[in-house]
């Protein structure tokens, strides 16, 4: 079975601060992780995928497959970077994916 | 044309009641999903097509019908609700997630109320 962990519900920092937002997740095979982000009244999108190991908006993301995390980090935040973060695994065999349950982040100016 | 598109955005329906819902990609995408998501909480898989067969049901009731007439178009028909069924309902699309590197691409989602 395959599942994902946000530990932490809610996230707020000062604009300027680093941010890191954490993910771990469980699964038998060799994962695709991703992080999905959902501002205010927008719809759900992709910010990162680890296969890309790109940069979005100044956010990385880095597997890590011995303390199987993916956690998204950002070294300063910025307001607009408030919104819902969902860190997501996806079986590639049957296209499944799992989301963890969400870390909501604040940047308080 | 980069977006998922989902019709209605809202529904009130009774529990009576037949509709259905209905999601269009221009992607050229081969995998299609519906997803089902309750306030203050993460989307939850309720159907996957891959190139127009379906190809998970997560023990979804049988008063929700998915439908994918064409690489194009996803619909999800609806029948003797309840009302705890009551969400959002999104519709996502996909490369060929057999290949990897697909990630999903989100529709706006039709808020559904089950009176």
């Known amino acids: 079975a395959q599942r994902v962990t946000q530990p932490e519900k809610l996230l707020s920092v000062f604009k300027g601060a680093p941010v890191e937002l954490k993910c771990n997740y469980s699964y038998s095979g060799s994962p695709e992780l991703f992080w999905y982000v959902q501002y205010s009244r927008q719809r759900l999108q992709l910010l990162l995928r680890?296969?890309s190991r790109e940069s979005i908006k100044g956010f990385t993301a880095d597997l890590n497959k011995g303390e199987t995390s993916f956690h998204l980090k950002k070294p300063f935040a910025q307001e607009e970077d408030s919104a819902m973060y969902y860190c997501?695994?996806?079986?590639?065999?049957?296209?499944?994916?799992?989301f963890g349950d969400g870390t909501t982040l604040t940047v308080k100016p | 044309d980069t977006e998922v598109t989902q019709t209605p955005k809202h529904l009130v329906m009774g529990m009576t009641n037949k509709k259905s819902l209905k999601c269009e990609q221009h992607?050229?995408?081969?995998?299609m999903y519906w997803y089902k998501q309750k306030a203050k909480k993460p989307p939850e898989l309720m159907f996957v097509y891959s190139y127009e067969k379906l190809s998970i049901n997560e023990s979804v009731p049988s008063r929700f019908s998915p439908e994918c007439p064409n690489s194009s178009l996803l619909n999800l028909h609806l029948h003797a609700l309840q009302p705890e069924d009551s969400a959002l309902y999104l519709c996502?699309?996909?490369?060929?997630?057999?290949?990897?590197?697909?990630?999903?691409?989100f529709g706006n989602g039709t808020r559904l109320t089950v009176t």
């Open positions: 992607m050229g995408h081969r995998a």
């Open positions: 680890h296969i």
């Open positions: 997501a695994l996806m079986d590639t065999n049957a296209g499944k994916s799992t």
């Open positions: 996502a699309s996909s490369q060929d997630f057999r290949r990897g590197n697909s990630p999903l691409h």
